[in-house]
């Protein structure tokens, strides 16, 4: 499990031109929903292209410790019989998320409403996260909780023996805590509706009704209005995972600011609840491009192409783009070290209660390469000065957080001298082939010694 091995320390050194295809793998929200859903169906779901990542690993155990029986066919290929809604027998061990925020909070919804008791826990990371933002909307349905002191894990959640619907406003733009009442609404009977005023990833909504559930989303003035009647019987379904671009962000940014790159990332989801990173980067004067744009599984899917970008510009990036990019951000703001003038971010609160405070991390690691960094609650800016322009040389602390550490690794690329990050360990929980993938491309990454 992340953050409970050694750690990985690794050094990025300046590169020649990334050029290839880059087959990143799944998509870690859509993979860990595949495989909780496939859980509460009746029958068997079969899975392609689930990320295989630490992340998901440890979802998929759950799944198993509640009674569905999940198996591992060939690489990606997965089955999982489920045990119906309604259907979870009570763990007899304690449930370790590791380092998955969604993987706990999406898990505590969906047994939230059956008549047992779980106990929770996580790695270092996990344990500091805020965990009230779940079993606040869950306690309504009749959810019981008792945790360590703010919310947090490890904690136990009694489930409600005879949960009623709720309404339910998400207080903070949070797909995994939308994704929480819904789960937890299937086993209730009536309506539940989740309302949401900033729209965050939509694929449990997506999941939800290709599984068989009636499900309906409309936009109001009080924003998403989506409403799940509760306690359907849920079809199996035959599930291909596309590939996530919050992974594919790293070769492709990292093509962007390495001279004369040019990467194909074949595949990758592109729903329009997840794709404000590309935007961004268009807007900014980035060279990508969109080939064989499709739908696949119910998920709009492309083929990006990303070649060198020398003439982007630092953008005040729309605030109401946030919630479609949020784990975007830390790579972002590598590509801005690399643009000319300033990339203002701001609306970004949630940066901060990640795996990470990412906010944090990024502004000391790459003032550490002599970047000039701004940054206050939900605000940060950096300031660019031009494509190769980044010093580097620096240490960075990946604080277990997968995303840190790949941003870094990326910066490392495009800088004057390498780019240390102290562990780069975590990056297994959602990219278990990046060293391997960007080597392929021709970066320089090498371990190093401890
Ligand atoms: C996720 C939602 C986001 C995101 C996370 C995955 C999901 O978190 O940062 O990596 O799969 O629902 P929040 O819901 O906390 O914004």
Known sequence: MSGHGDPIPMTSRPSGPLKGEANVPGDKSISHRSLILGAMAVGETRITGLLE???????AKAMAAFGADVERLGEGEWRVHGV??????????????????????????????????????GDASLNKRPMARVTDPLALFGTQTVGRSGGRLPMTLVGADEPVPVRYVVPVPSAQVKSAVL????????????????????????????????????????????????????????????RDPSSAAFPVCAALIVPGSDVLVPNIGLNPTRAGLYFTLQDMGADLTFENMREEGGEPVADLRARYSPDMKGIEVPPERAASMIDEYPILSCVAANATGQTVMRGVKELRVKESDRIDAMATGLRANGVEVEDGPDWWIVTGKGPGTVPGGGLCESHLDHRIAMSFLCLGMAAQKPVKVD???????????????MARLGAQIVRDNH
């Open 53 to 59: 990542g630490q992340d998901v690993l440890d979802t």
């Open 84 to 121: 119906g809604v309604g259907g979870f027998a009570e763990p007899d061990q304690v449930i370790d998320c590791g380092n998955s925020g969604t993987g706990v909070r999406l898990i505590m919804g969906a047994a939230a409403t059956s008549p047992i008791a779980v106990t929770y826990t």
């Open 183 to 242: 789960l937890a609404a299937l086993n209730v009977p009536g309506e539940t509706v989740v309302i949401e005023q900033e729209a965050t990833r939509d694929h449990t909504e997506r999941m939800l009704a290709g599984f068989g559930a009636e499900i309906s989303t409309e936009v109001t003035d009080e924003g998403r209005v989506i409403t799940l009647k509760g306690q359907p019987e849920l079809k199996p379904q035959d599930i291909i995972v596309p």
């Open 423 to 437: 562990d780069a360990g975590p990056i297994a929980t959602s990219f278990p082939i990046f060293e391997p993938l």
